[in-house]
């Protein structure tokens, strides 16, 4: 997804950056583009680079692998025993809403997998088997719950 690799461009990350890499690049960036540190028209630009940091930081941590270690069994728990109440796709991210209330984004999902999905006899069994172990994804609750 164009949104992840501009993200890590933008945090001079590589997709095998641990949290505290991420942490450290944020931290500096910040330093750097803090609003507090411009005046007059430059403090506008630094407004709006240091929310697209914030953005992108926040966005990256979320679906980090060593986040989605903390709450695997959770997510292997929702995936597995709920059913899935509604699902939602746009601009390739596929968002998936279980019974349980727990919500999933799953990134870079093919147009063509979303069709199976629409048209599978099971789209749970399908989304298990094709969807929920092949794509990146983070929970929507957490980034709710953490607002």
């Not at 501009?6 to 500096?28: H, W």
């Not at 093919?110 to 999905?117: E, F, H, S």
């Not at 989304?127 to 990146?136: G, K, S």
């Amino acid at each position: 997804m164009k949104k992840i690799v501009d993200y890590r461009k933008l945090l001079n990350v590589t997709e095998a950056a641990e949290l505290q890499e991420l942490k450290s690049n944020y931290r500096n960036m910040m330093k750097t583009w803090h609003p507090d540190k411009f005046q007059d028209e430059s403090r506008v630009e630094a407004e709006e680079k240091s929310k697209t940091i914030i953005e992108a930081y926040h966005f990256l941590v979320s679906i980090a692998p060593e986040t989605r270690a903390q709450s695997v069994a959770e997510y292997n728990a929702t995936t597995t025993l709920s059913n899935i109440a509604d699902f939602e796709y746009k601009s390739q991210v596929l968002k998936i809403t279980f019974l349980d209330g727990n919500e999933y984004e799953y990134f870079d999902v093919p147009k063509a997998v979303y069709v199976k999905l629409i048209n599978a006899d099971s789209p749970g069994r399908f989304a298990r088997r094709h969807i929920y172990t092949e794509f990146v994804y983070r929970s929507v609750n957490r980034l709710v719950a953490t607002a």
